[in-house]
């Protein structure tokens, strides 16, 4: 298994930019996929991004394609979600998660979360 925290969430005018991290801890990271979703108020958690266990291929929900970012460290036991020219439609609790599947939007197939991070993105 693996325990996942995040961190890096606030609050952001738009146009801005953010770096939420990922801490792992647990046996399975490295053979894991990550993956970031959100939830805004009222709303269903939804798909970001994913990366695969070895760093090597990643993908976008169409939103955030070309301004968000995944990367991973798997000697730091780290990911990260890169955020840029964030607008308010941004602002949600972002969470990561992990899964044996790739690439995968559906959340079920995650079997680890964390607590998640709030982002506001607002003027």
């Known amino acids: 298994q693996v325990q996942l925290v995040e961190s890096g969430g606030g609050l952001v005018q738009p146009g801005g930019s953010l770096r939420l991290s990922c801490a792992a801890s647990?046996?399975?990271?490295?053979?894991?996929?990550i993956g970031w979703f959100r939830q805004a108020p009222g709303k269903e958690r939804e798909f970001v991004a994913v990366i695969m266990s070895t760093g090597t291929a990643t993908y976008y929900t169409d939103s955030v394609e070309g301004r968000f970012t995944i990367s991973r460290d798997n000697g730091q036991n780290m990911v990260w979600l890169e955020m840029n020219v964030l607008s308010p439609e941004d602002t949600a609790v972002y969470y990561c998660?992990?899964?044996?599947?790739?690439?995968?939007?559906?959340?079920?197939?995650?079997?680890?979360w964390g607590p998640g991070t709030q982002v506001t993105v607002s003027s």
């Open positions: 647990g046996p399975t990271f490295t053979s894991s996929g």
């Open positions: 998660a992990a899964t044996y599947y790739f690439p995968t939007t559906n959340r079920n197939r995650y079997y680890s």
